[in-house]
């Protein structure tokens, strides 16, 4: 965009990525149609990887949508008033991000028309289950929150919502990382470390999308950051990002320790075909190593570069949750240790998965919903973060 | 029972219920058909245990039982359904050499009806782990849960199911240890159908079955014992 | 307005309602005495199949008088052995008629086990 561009061409421009992303949701629900009609034989999804790409974009936007909300916590449980002017906007990416999310889970079901079932039934020992109640408590907890914000008379109490919400975003992400670690018997998965390892990811992956945002938002408004907020923000990312790197490195690291997970290591790591590529080019050095240096670098930092450097991280963040949901299920599952196996059900061997375009369709359709949801709310009602002049915190 | 065997019963129950139905409208006989109208209990467990000295490297026989009496299409293809299937196994630092058939375990702690969100899967109190479809949303959490990779999703639509077996895309399912089998006296399809009599079906809680008095003598092992699910089946030879 | 109303509460009336006029042409199979009341059946014929749905897979209590099964035996059309086959068929003649969706059949089958079974070659 030029310096200042008319009002008339931006109002155009508006309504061009709205119906842009109407089209791109659109494309989902035609994917959702055709995989509701045919089965999911058409997807790459198969009786060996169970759950594929749709399932990367779901777990990425509901783990950002937890994360971004990170900002507001700052502000509200912590009093920081750099963060509290920024608190609504992250609540508003948050609904956008868990809305999008539940919807590509909810429409990958094998009987999405049976979303009742699940809601009307619910298995106390599951995990699954829990997080369907942690999900709608979450999107109501957070409305909830916005209004406390948004409504004067409601702001005594956005201090108690904004408390809540914080212990409720990290149970929800403690519960998305308790789906893999209750999983007994398989390599990839069943660690406990993989909870606070959702948790640092979400740090991470939620500031980058709210950096995305929040660089779109202010350039949409011709309002210049403050160089000093945008400062402590890129170094507060640059804290996460190697905080989650951290995880993923202890992660890795203990499996490598034990002598019966060093197949399934060398495998991810060394040998896999794509998932060692995804995991050291897309994630570690795309999605870790440049975003630091672009953030630290001297000389670098500003604002293109964090942005630059957002955009890499969410990168990443696709690259590992391939890397951890696809590739974890491709290892063969080792059902008598200590012996080779083979059999008709891949048993043995690695099992082969080519996504297909309804997969991509799907998971872009959930990304458009959140971004729909956030380009009209951002339209319609004031989230453009109100700084004021001087930062006394 | 042989497969004439089976034709005939089948022959005379249909035609006893027609005859019925036509006869003495109103007062029909039941008793006839299978199934009893008592739940069952769990007093019984029941099980199998599975002799790898008579499992034969490259028959099918049970599978192809199963596969028949289920009315699976038995194509081997990545998305299609297997509820047992036969594993050749070899130790890597001794070079022996098993061959077994694997199907659900049906364990008295089964990891897929921890996960389960809806409690479509779940186990009936005397043993058998099984998928509820009515209440399946087809999440496949079950799938991922499973140390077998007993269970399969179904990718495509169904049709020309047995009557006694309903099965439907979206859904996920597994061996059912024939349970309309078993709910009516007979036993599971691919324990009828070996010819080498290596699989043993029977009542665990029952002290004078065969199979309790065999596994009382002879060594047996369970499929991943460290994992603590106290499987169903067991495994002679391994 | 008022037309706008009128055409709603047309709409709303139950299409039961005008049953004499507009009923279904339904092969009934065998037909004859059903398990229960005629009028009964037509009225509770879901509860019963769901209930009894729910006991038969989580209790394992085959009480086939009111099984899917027994249903399809004898109400399933001498013609084809099917309950869902033809417009006209004993579950669908109604139900496209009440505009209710069935699927029951999606994993269910429609046939009599005597007539599947001569169609597999079992």
């Known amino acids: 965009m030029s310096a200042h561009p008319p009002m008339y061409f931006k109002n155009r421009l508006y309504y061009v990525l709205l119906a842009a992303g109407g089209l791109v949701a659109l494309a989902g629900g035609y994917a959702v149609y055709m995989m509701e009609h045919h089965g999911h034989v058409i997807s790459g999804m198969n009786n060996q990887i169970v759950w594929g790409v749709p399932h990367v974009f779901a777990i990425f936007l509901i783990v950002a949508a937890s994360g971004v909300l990170n900002v507001a916590s700052i502000g509200s449980v912590f009093g920081k008033m750099l963060y509290k002017a920024r608190a609504p906007l992250a609540s508003l990416l948050s609904i956008a991000m868990l809305a999008g999310g539940l919807a590509v889970l909810m429409l990958d079901l094998g009987r999405p028309d049976r979303v009742l079932v699940a809601a009307t039934n619910i298995n106390l020992t599951s995990v699954f289950a829990w997080n369907v109640v942690l999900y709608s408590g979450m999107f109501s907890l957070v409305i909830l929150y916005l209004w406390t914000m948004m409504e004067r008379r409601m702001n005594p109490y956005t201090k108690p919502a904004g408390f809540a919400v914080f212990a409720w975003r990290f149970i929800l992400t403690t519960g998305t990382g308790l789906i893999f670690a209750f999983l007994t018997a398989r390599q990839a998965y069943g660690s406990a470390l993989l909870p606070p390892m959702f948790i640092v990811l979400s740090f991470a992956w939620g500031l980058a999308v709210f950096h995305l945002v929040q660089t779109v938002l202010y350039a949409w408004n011709d309002k210049q950051l403050d160089p000093l907020i945008s400062q402590r923000k890129k170094n507060l990312m640059g804290i996460f990002v190697i905080g989650s790197l951290y995880m993923v490195a202890m992660y890795h690291m203990t499996n490598l320790y034990f002598a019966q997970q060093k197949g399934f290591e060398r495998f991810i790591l060394i040998d896999g075909g794509v998932f060692p590529n995804l995991f050291w080019w897309g994630y570690v050095v795309l999605g870790n190593i440049v975003p630091l240096i672009l953030i630290y670098a001297p000389g670098l930092g500003k604002t293109r570069c964090v942005f630059a450097a957002s955009s890499l991280i969410v990168l990443g963040a696709f690259s590992l949750l391939y890397v951890f949901i696809i590739g974890g299920q491709a290892y063969p599952l080792n059902i008598f240790p200590g012996y080779e196996a083979s059999s008709s059900f891949a048993d043995g061997q690695i099992a082969s998965y080519s996504p297909t375009i309804y997969e991509f369709l799907l998971g872009f359709g959930g990304l458009a919903i959140a971004f729909i949801v956030t380009t009209i709310s951002v339209r319609v009602l004031n989230f453009m973060p109100q700084d004021k002049h001087y930062i006394t915190d | 029972m042989s497969e004439i065997d089976l034709k005939r019963r089948n022959f005379f129950k249909t035609s006893l219920g027609a005859a019925a139905l036509t006869i003495a409208p109103g007062i029909l006989l039941f008793d006839v058909a299978h199934g009893k109208p008592e739940a069952v209990s769990s007093s019984v467990r029941w099980g199998m245990l599975i002799d790898t000295a008579n499992c034969r490297e490259g028959c099918n026989d049970c599978v192809t039982a199963c596969n028949k009496e289920n009315g699976l299409s038995g194509v081997n293809n990545t998305t299609n359904a297997q509820w047992i299937r036969k594993i050749e196994i070899k130790e890597v630092s001794t070079g022996r050499q098993v061959s077994l058939p694997m199907m659900c375990q049906h364990c008295e702690h089964p990891p897929c009806v921890d996960v389960c969100p809806t409690g479509a899967s779940f186990k009936r109190a005397d043993g058998i782990v099984l998928v509820d479809r009515h209440r399946c949303i087809g999440c496949r959490y079950c799938m991922m849960a499973c140390p077998y990779k007993a269970r399969s999703f179904v990718h495509e639509v169904v049709t020309d199911q047995n009557p006694d077996v309903p099965r439907g895309k979206g859904t996920v399912e597994s061996c059912s240890l024939c349970v309309h089998r078993i709910d009516a006296g007979l036993k599971p399809a691919c324990a009828e159908s070996c010819s080498n009599k290596a699989i043993l079906f029977g009542d665990l809680n029952d002290p004078n079955s065969e199979i309790s008095k065999k596994i009382r003598s002879v060594t047996s092992v369970q499929v991943r014992a460290d994992l603590g699910l106290n499987t169903g089946v067991r495994y002679q030879g391994l | ?122």
Do not use: Y
């Open chain 3, 1 to 122: 307005m008022k037309r706008l109303a009128f055409l709603l509460l047309c709409l709303c009336f139950p299409l039961a309602w005008a049953g004499g006029t507009a009923a279904p042409k339904i092969d009934i199979g065998k037909g004859g005495q059903c398990v229960e009341e005629t009028q009964w059946m037509r009225k509770n014929h879901m509860n019963v199949l769901k209930h009894q749905r729910d006991e038969v897979v989580h209790k394992g209590t085959r009480e086939e008088k009111h099984s899917l099964k027994n249903c399809i035996e004898c109400h399933a059309s001498t013609k084809d052995n099917s309950v869902t086959a033809r417009a006209d068929s004993f579950c669908v003649a109604c139900h496209a008629n009440q505009a209710v969706k069935i699927d029951c059949f999606e994993c269910h089958s429609n046939k009599r086990k005597s007539a599947w079974m001569q169609g597999t070659g079992k």
